[in-house]
T-cell receptor, first 113, second 116 residues
Framework: DVKVTQSSRYLVKRTGEKVFLECVQD?????MFWYRQDPGLGLRLIYF???????EKGDIPEGYSVSREKKERFSLILESASTNQTSMYLC????????????FGQGTRLTVV | DQQVKQNSPSLSVQEGRISILNCDYT??????FLWYKKYPAEGPTFLIS?????DKNEDGRFTVFLNKSAKHLSLHIVPSQPGDSAVYFC???????????????FGSGTRLQVQP
């Protein structure tokens, strides 16, 4: 059974803190993604990675960075958390060739206070 | 500038009837379309997809229709069941399958409620 696992279900952080969200997949997928979900806005792509150490900006990369040191792990970093980064964060992975669906983790609900 | 639009934020249907969820897109480069279902506090799960070379794809109670000229797709659920109550997201992707660089662009979602 395919699996994408996010390290935390719920997080509460203070404004200005550096925040790490971790994601691990066990499907040997080359592609990994970070999205955020907000009411009325759907899922918006923050960053994606198509190989180890490779990354591309999505639609809303400002205030975020990512790290992909190993194929199975993709980290999202909030350099200095702000209240407008309070959101549901979703990690996903997909196979590299052809047209296949992306598999999602369970999500991390981040609250910045 | 939303490239994938779901104009109905919510839909309510009776159990046993048909649910029709709609999605419009603006990017003519999109060539693969997907529907995801999401329950609260869970990640989205893949439901059904369709390539732009087809106009219909069916999987059990779920059928997706694609009208490329209108840049419109729809998801039909027949018959609807209370367990189908969830938020449904339409998604699309474009190009570069040779390198595998495909990211999904999502709509804003439609909350479906199936009344028993």
């Amino acid at each position: 059974d395919v699996k994408v696992t996010q390290s935390s279900r719920y997080l509460v952080k203070r404004t200005g803190e550096k925040v790490f969200l971790e994601c691990v997949q066990d499907m040997d997928h080359e592609n990994m993604f970070w999205y955020r979900q907000d009411p009325g806005l759907g899922l918006r792509l923050i960053y994606f990675s198509y190989d180890v150490k490779m990354k591309e900006k999505g639609d809303i990369p400002e205030g975020y960075s990512v790290s992909r040191e190993k194929k199975e792990r993709f980290s999202l970093i909030l350099e200095s958390a702000s209240t407008n980064q309070t959101s549901m964060y979703l990690c996903a992975s997909s196979a590299p060739r052809g047209v296949t669906e992306a598999f999602f983790g369970q999500g991390t609900r981040l609250t910045v206070v | 500038d939303q490239q994938v639009k779901q104009n109905s934020p919510s839909l309510s249907v009776q159990e046993g009837r048909i649910s029709i969820l709609n999605c419009d897109y603006t990017n003519s480069m999109f060539d693969y379309f997907l529907w995801y279902k999401k329950y609260p506090a869970e990640g989205p799960t893949f439901l059904i997809s369709i390539s732009s070379i087809k106009d219909k794809n069916e999987d059990g109670r779920f059928t997706v229709f694609l009208n490329k000229s209108a840049k419109h797709l729809s998801l039909h659920i027949v018959p609807s069941q209370p367990g189908d109550s969830a938020v449904y997201f339409c998604a699309a992707s474009a190009g570069r399958s040779d390198t595998g660089r495909r990211a999904l662009t999502f709509g804003s979602g439609t909350r479906l409620q199936v009344q028993p």
